[in-house]
């Protein structure tokens, strides 16, 4: 199926991924353990400044908003009883002045065994009446106006002051009275405001790591991608639509570093927030930590089905964008041929029908998260209502304390943004799964030309070429060369001729090793191609395509396509032997002239001469020409040809022509027809058999 750039693969649009795909990112990953694991540093703090955040509200209120205190009377019982009911919470009590007395701060209260806490109301120890603790220097400036009664001497230092006696005083004095409680509250607000800054600079710090690291990390495997399709041979090639490989190199790998950056950290970030915030809620209060956690299997269940859902949505969405691209490319390459015969209105028409299928299949992931958000959004309501109608209630029965129950609303709503995240990171994982796949499948493959153990590499190369007994095919049970055999001696210009399909282009391909012979062999200088160092090999061959490739950048760039050794004058004298100096001294900028994308701004006969300049830059011994003049004018036609005669008389040439014009002089035609090799000898011999050979030469010369 066609894909963004070409083609997507059928498979994977309803096959599960495998998780141990993400095994083979680890290599990656490790290169890069200490970025990597920095942030996962910074994940764990980020997640504990979230997790104190609530409890601060906790602490403020209960300590210093509410910072309400009762007192416990054991007057009328025995010592012993006195022991039995302090027994298990002596912590929670302070002593006072008074031997039978003892403070209960109404934090504290958390701590005692509810049970422990009923006997003391039903005892009557646990008074009702509300205490303010003040200091002994902020309460003696007062302590005339207020008299006697209602105050609790602590034996640890402060007094208790009955809530009735402070409302009793103006606003100046309470504050004066409660300057320990307004100074804890700032200091609290100081600690919030620190931590929501820190929270900001480690979450620019965490964000950045991730992100560096993950460019990094996708720059390694992009370079070894390259790598390794540079390294395929070209029937690999002829088996990949172009498509495919460029998806491979830019989104596919663009999948991975968004699973790298958006779920790997920031799942673990997520799973570490959501069993912070369990432990926190069981510490603060058990009973209600039992009715928040009542949510979780229905949590579970709905994004159980939502991933569900979601995965069946997002691989139609794929498939149908995948549709659409590979419509539009194959419409606007070909943009000149819809026009010329008027099908704009079919064009369109077939259009509509693929974009409506990726309209619908984006409506229904709209539909999935339409649906999935706000029902996620009432469960938290839900959540939260019950906690207040519950916590609420025991807030009203003094079991439990109002910023307990305000810090269990701030994480219950906590509780539940985790889990949308990984649930919405759920879609980021498939695609990045399914891009994992396919680059890992193709890092697997191994259909390089191979190397000898010893690559054969001369200092010097003649040039003599020969085929024995060579047959070859594209595809198995296709045969396209059958058992062919010549020999080009040093020096001696062969040419190829015949029908098209007879084999002439797969006679050059095997001798410049793009493919191995299925059967015979290919020798150069008397030895195997197979033992030939690939680099030696390549060296010592000039090629001139019938298909010019030309690079972006400029004609001096794509005559050395980056080689060594080839300095200022060795272009000039490339392009003065390819006949193409003249034409690109005209040039703006003459061999610095920038040729544009696929050489846009030159003729097709100024590539094919740039192409000669190319394979002559470095003084080839054998130079294979591949039907280089079929799709040019007569003049540049005659620029390759003389070209063509100065180089034959420098080294051996090889060259496929389908104008018989072009190979009169060579010193051997070999006639191919159906892969075999059917005549041989020079032009004036084989007209004198009045074979193959002049029955092409009558039916081209008409």
């Not at 040439?653 to 027809?673: G, K, N, W």
Request: aromatic share 8%; proline share 3%; charged share 25%.
């Amino acid at each position: 199926m066609h894909g963004e750039y070409g083609y997507i693969e059928e498979a994977d649009l309803g096959k599960p991924y495998d998780m141990s795909l993400l095994r083979r990112f680890a290599p990656y990953a490790a290169r890069y353990l200490q970025p990597i694991a920095a942030a996962l540093a910074l994940a764990v703090a980020i997640t504990l400044f979230d997790l104190a955040v609530p409890y601060l509200s906790k602490v403020a209120i209960d300590r210093f908003i509410l910072s309400s205190w009762h007192v416990v009377d054991f007057s009328g019982l025995s010592a012993s009883q006195s022991a039995e009911l302090l027994e298990g919470g002596q912590e929670a009590f302070q002593r006072t002045l008074h031997p039978d007395r003892y403070a209960l701060a109404y934090a504290e209260k958390k701590d005692l065994d509810p049970e422990m806490l009923n006997r003391l109301r039903n005892l009557g120890l646990l008074k009702d009446e509300r205490y303010v603790r003040v200091s002994e220097a902020d309460f003696s400036e007062l302590e005339e106006k207020i008299g006697e009664s209602g105050r609790v001497h602590l034996a640890g230092g402060g007094i208790l002051l009955a809530e009735r006696l402070m409302e009793e005083l103006d606003t100046g004095e309470r504050k004066r009275l409660r300057s320990g409680d307004l100074h804890g509250l700032s200091l609290v607000a100081a600690v919030f405001a620190t931590l929501v800054v820190a929270s900001f600079g480690l979450g620019y710090a965490e964000h950045f790591l991730l992100e560096s690291t993950g460019q990094r990390i996708m720059f390694d495997i992009r370079n070894e991608l390259f790598s390794r399709m540079q390294a395929q041979s070209l029937r690999f090639f002829d088996r990949n639509p172009i498509g495919r490989l460029v998806t491979r190199v830019t989104n596919d790998i663009e999948n991975l570093n968004e699973m790298f950056k958006s779920v790997v950290v920031t799942v673990f970030k997520d799973l570490l927030l959501l069993i912070g915030i369990i432990i926190v809620v069981v510490y603060l209060d058990r009973r209600l930590a039992v009715w928040m956690f009542a949510f979780i299997p229905l949590i579970f269940l709905t994004t159980l089905l939502f991933s569900r859902l979601a995965r069946e949505a997002f691989r139609e969405i794929r498939s149908s964008v995948a549709a659409l691209n590979s419509f539009l490319q194959e419409r606007v390459r070909g943009m000149h041929v819809v026009q010329l015969f008027v099908t704009e209105a079919f064009q369109m028409e077939a259009f509509e029908r693929i974009n409506l299928r990726n309209f619908m299949a984006g409506m229904r992931q709209i539909r999935i998260f339409a649906v999935f958000m706000p029902l996620m959004e009432l469960i938290s309501s839900c959540a939260v209502a019950l906690l207040i109608w519950y916590g609420g209630g025991q807030v009203i029965r003094d079991e439990l304390s109002l910023g307990v129950l305000v810090a269990f609303i701030s994480y219950m709503q906590m509780f539940f943004r985790p889990i949308r995240d990984i649930a919405e990171k759920y879609n980021i994982m498939q695609a990045a799964m399914a891009s994992a796949e396919r680059i890992f499948e193709f890092m697997d493959l191994e259909e390089g030309v191979p190397e000898a153990a010893v690559p054969y590499s001369p200092p010097v190369v003649k040039g003599h070429l020969v085929f024995r007994g060579v047959g070859f095919a594209y595809d198995e049970g296709r045969p396209v060369l059958d058992r062919i055999s010549f020999e080009i001696r040093p020096g001696e210009t062969v040419a190829v001729v015949g029908t098209t399909g007879s084999g002439k282009t797969t006679v050059v391909n095997l001798a410049a090793r793009f493919y191995d012979p299925d059967e015979g062999e290919v020798l150069l200088d008397g030895v195997n191609l197979k033992k030939w160092s690939k680099s030696a090999l390549r060296g010592a061959l000039g090629f001139v395509m019938q298909d010019v490739m030309i690079f972006s950048g400029t004609v001096r760039e794509n005559i050395t396509l980056g080689r060594e050794g080839l300095g200022a004058g060795s272009i000039e004298n490339a392009a003065r032997s390819a006949n193409a100096l003249e034409f690109i001294d005209r040039l703006p900028g003459g061999l610095d002239h920038e040729t544009g994308e696929g050489g846009s701004g030159l003729s097709t006969g100024e590539r094919q001469l740039i192409s000669l300049a190319r394979a002559l830059a470095h003084d080839p011994p054998l130079l294979l020409l591949d039907e280089a003049t079929s799709q040019i004018d007569p003049g540049t036609e005659r620029l390759i040809q003389q070209a063509v005669s100065r180089e034959a008389r420098k080294r051996t040439m090889l060259v496929v022509a389908h104008r018989l014009s072009t190979v009169m002089e060579a010193d051997r035609i070999l006639v191919m027809r159906r892969g075999r090799i059917v005549e041989q000898g020079s032009h004036r011999q084989l007209l004198a058999k009045r074979g193959v050979y002049y029955r092409l030469h009558r039916t081209l010369a008409r």
